[in-house]
């Protein structure tokens, strides 16, 4: 989904993807370095989110999967959509209808639909119970689950050490509660306007909203 991005930045190097599971490197679309969940682990925590009736997607290397009538699967949708509007090639897109055991390639996260009104207790008190992964949330009523140790923080850490950057060379951006971790490993963490309160203490600046152009107003205060 960050190929639109990519082309109309016109970005020649590695990309973080997937709350920092994977590195991909945008010259050759080869992955620079990764992390997955195991298989095993994979089918259980979607077996528990099916008889517990929560809507899931599994995001692989190539294709991504979702449980069936997912209202997870729209935005997917639309970046498709997006993408065909580009000449840019499209994200396969599968139900999981019954047989979770169809998922091929690694899997580098799992996105869940928490439910209303904190009904969720009894998918965080699962998930804990597993040592091999870790989750956050990307945003209101999302839940991310992804290999144990990896965060966002992870994963501009990799892209340092694969560039060689020093920590003091690093300015990241960010919104919501996902994105915490990396702001511990850059020399400059902005936190945007409509991000959440939680992240803004944690800033060293606070730009404009995102749909003001946050993000380019400060690069050009402070970095250009």
Known sequence: MLKTYEKELAINGP??????????????????WSKSIDRQITL?????ASINSYDYAVLTGDTCYFSPKSILIQRFQLYNTLA?????PT??????????SIIENQVYKILLKEKPH????????????????????????LLDIMPAGVDKGLGVREL??????????????????????????????????????????????????????GVAKAIHKYIL
Request: net charge negative; hydrophobic share 40%.
């Open 160 to 213: 340092r050490r694969l560039l060689g950057a020093e920590k003091e060379e690093v300015c990241v951006f960010g919104d919501y509660l996902n994105d915490l971790p990396m702001f511990g490993e850059a020399g400059m963490a902005i936190a945007m306007d409509n991000a959440h309160d939680i992240l803004k203490r944690n800033a060293m600046v606070i730009t404009d909203h995102h749909d003001s152009d």
């Open 44 to 48: 259980d925590i979607l077996h528990f």
């Open 15 to 32: 990309l973080i993807t997937t709350n920092g599971a994977v590195i991909i490197d945008s010259r050759d679309d080869k992955i620079a």
């Open 84 to 88: 065909l509007s580009k000449n840019l």
């Open 91 to 100: 994200i396969p897109l599968v139900y999981l209808n019954g047989s979770n």
């Open 118 to 141: 904190r009904q969720n207790k009894e998918i965080y008190q699962y998930l804990k119970q597993i040592e091999t992964v870790n989750f956050t949330h990307s945003g209101e009523g």
